[in-house]
T-cell receptor
């Protein structure tokens, strides 16, 4: 069965520190992978996506993610976190037409 | 483009009442979906549609109905509201073949 696991429910980092959010997936074929961000009281915004090709993908707001097929992972990274990055982050796996699975999310707190 | 719009933003219902959550998109996307978001559970798929006149159930369809008479609109109906349906509801759409989803701002529903 397809699934997405985000093992960290909550992460706290200091402003300026680096960040890595973990995502592992279980999927039978090559998946399409996504990271979304949700600020409090807001909808979900796409940070980045991976369909094929270069396994290191760049997104908005200085985020990047690396697809590692051997580890079934798609971890999100940012070299220097800003206070405005505090939000909920969701990893998702998708395939056309009707398969789209979200992880349970990681809540990020940024300490000044 | 307005993208994906949802109305209302907030709603309070009494147990047993019915109501319709509205969702519209102006991007001519064939695929539309409804999710509910509950703390610690991520987003769970309620119903989806791959085109006008075609709908199907997702992970948590009980207590909800949908219809898709046009490409633009995808309303979600609560037949007889229950406190367990207190949640934040998100509508989303996506184009083929790239299947990132575009989300609306959400409807926060409270059932008393």
């Amino acid at each position: 069965a397809q699934s997405v696991t985000q093992p960290d429910i909550h992460i706290t980092v200091s402003e300026g520190a680096s960040l890595e959010l973990r995502c592992n997936y279980s999927y039978g074929a090559t998946p399409y992978l996504f990271w979304y961000v949700q600020s409090p009281g807001q909808g979900l915004q796409l940070l980045l996506k991976y369909f094929s090709g270069d396994t290191l993908v760049q997104g908005i707001k200085g985020f990047e993610a690396e697809f590692k097929r051997s580890q079934s992972s798609f971890n999100l990274r940012k070299p220097s976190v800003h206070w405005s990055d505090a939000a909920e982050y969701f990893c998702a796996v998708g395939a056309w037409p009707n398969q789209f699975y979200f992880g349970t999310g990681t809540s990020l707190t940024v300490i000044p | 483009n307005a993208g994906v719009t949802q109305t209302p933003k907030f709603q309070v219902l009494k147990t047993g009442q019915s109501m319709t959550l509205q969702c519209a998109q102006d991007m001519n996307h064939e695929y539309m979906s409804w999710y509910r978001q509950d703390p610690g559970m991520g987003l769970r798929l309620i119903h989806y549609s791959v085109g006008a006149g075609i709908t199907d159930q997702g992970e948590v369809p009980n207590g909800y109905n949908v219809s898709r008479s046009t490409t633009e609109d995808f309303p979600l109906r609560l037949l007889s509201a229950a406190p367990s349906q207190t949640s934040v509801y998100f509508c989303a759409s996506r184009p083929p073949p790239y299947n990132e989803q575009f989300f609306g701002p959400g409807t926060r529903l409270t059932v008393l």
